[in-house]
């Protein structure tokens, strides 16, 4: 069905002013059937606009069956599209378009987070409004955030996404469709920390060394994190982030940054459970993994190698859209009463 001609209204307005028909096609430069069935239109329906029930009768977009589509969601969010249009024999194309555009419903993927209590979402919101207060003065950009993380040498794939092309199975089984993983795998423990404008080098901890109290004042932070904040800002303040990990928020620890850095979060100000507002949980950390373990390692040492050379990879412009994110975030928890934001 040809769509109707952008040049219609202005057509008909020249017309009902009385300008004749040739005059109109010279003025807008249309052709003269464009003209004529315009204005011919127009004396019929008294209207510009297209006929009611203009073009072909649908025939599976149906009322009926949006309305099945419907139901079956409702017993059933987590049905796959695919499996209803298999199940009620429609095109899967056909059946996105009921769901997407008649029902206006969304995929969202399903994902895993911890349980938040009353009172923990209450601390969320509590402290969320605060912080965001902080960052209207640009307090955000001179932040560092930190964290650890643990890495594996084995790949990482998404079974949904990971597919191999092939003949057969058994030709798909020699290129690869069989990822092997061990139960325990070697695996080596980081610290890392980002502001808008840099990182720290990355910190390896030692193979069976237990991140206590101790640990985290002699090798994070006295080691590590301030000698490269001090040579970073140069004299400039900063404020230093950490989560609430029982070696961050212990009494020694909390004493330390108070008595040896610029300004700190403390334990008491920062929102509990809320890995989806610290930039290394929310973007960092899923960057460099989705890199680094595209791919197995043969050892430890080459697991290292590959950690290091991603994460000196990352783009200044990188770093300071996810910074930029932290008040966007903010805002989001906010909203939500301290809930857990939306996430496609």
């Known amino acids: 069905m040809a769509p109707p001609s952008p040049h219609r209204s202005s057509i008909l307005n020249l017309f009902k002013a009385g300008v004749p028909p040739v005059d109109i096609i010279k003025r807008l430069g249309v052709p003269s059937r464009t003209v004529y069935d315009s204005i011919s239109r127009f004396k019929k329906l008294g209207t510009f606009l297209d006929r009611c029930g203009r073009g072909r009768k649908p025939t ?26 298999k199940g009620m024999k429609i095109r899967s194309r056909s059946m996105g378009r009921i769901v997407k555009d008649k029902l206006k419903l969304t995929c969202y993927r399903v994902r895993k987070a911890a349980i938040l209590s009353e009172a923990t979402t209450k601390k969320r919101l509590e402290r969320s409004k605060k912080l965001l207060q902080r960052t209207r003065n640009g307090e955000h950009l001179v932040t560092v955030f930190s964290d650890e993380k643990l890495f594996t040498v084995q790949a990482e794939f998404n079974p949904q996404n990971h597919r191999v092309l092939a003949e057969t199975s058994e030709e798909a089984f020699a ?26 080098p990355l910190l390896f901890v030692d193979q069976g060394v237990k991140i206590n109290k101790e640990v985290y004042i002699s090798q994070i932070l006295e080691k590590t994190l301030l000698p490269w904040a001090q040579k970073h800002f140069n004299g400039r303040r900063w404020v230093f982030q950490q989560d609430g990990a029982p070696a961050h928020t212990a009494k020694l620890s909390q004493q330390w940054c108070e008595t040896h850095l610029p300004a700190f979060i403390p334990k008491d ?43 000196d990879a990352l783009s200044p412009d990188y770093l300071r859209a996810t910074i930029d994110a932290y008040p ?16 496609d």
């Open 269 to 311: 100000e920062w929102p509990p459970s809320s890995p989806d507002l610290n930039p290394l949980d929310y973007s960092i950390w899923g960057v460099l993994q989705n890199k680094v373990n595209a791919n197995p390692h043969s050892s430890i040492e080459a697991l290292k190698k590959t950690l290091v050379k991603e994460w």
């Open 60 to 85: 599976v977009v149906t009322p009926d069956r949006i309305k099945a589509v419907k139901e079956r969601i409702r017993r059933n969010p987590h049905r796959s599209i695919r499996k209803m249009a």
């Open 175 to 200: 290129n690869g469709r069989t990822i092997h993983q061990a139960s325990h795998p070697a695996s080596v423990m980081v610290f890392g920390a980002v502001c808008a404008d840099g990182k720290s």
């Open 328 to 343: 966007r975030r903010l805002r989001a928890v906010i909203e939500k009463r301290g809930g857990r934001m939306e996430q």
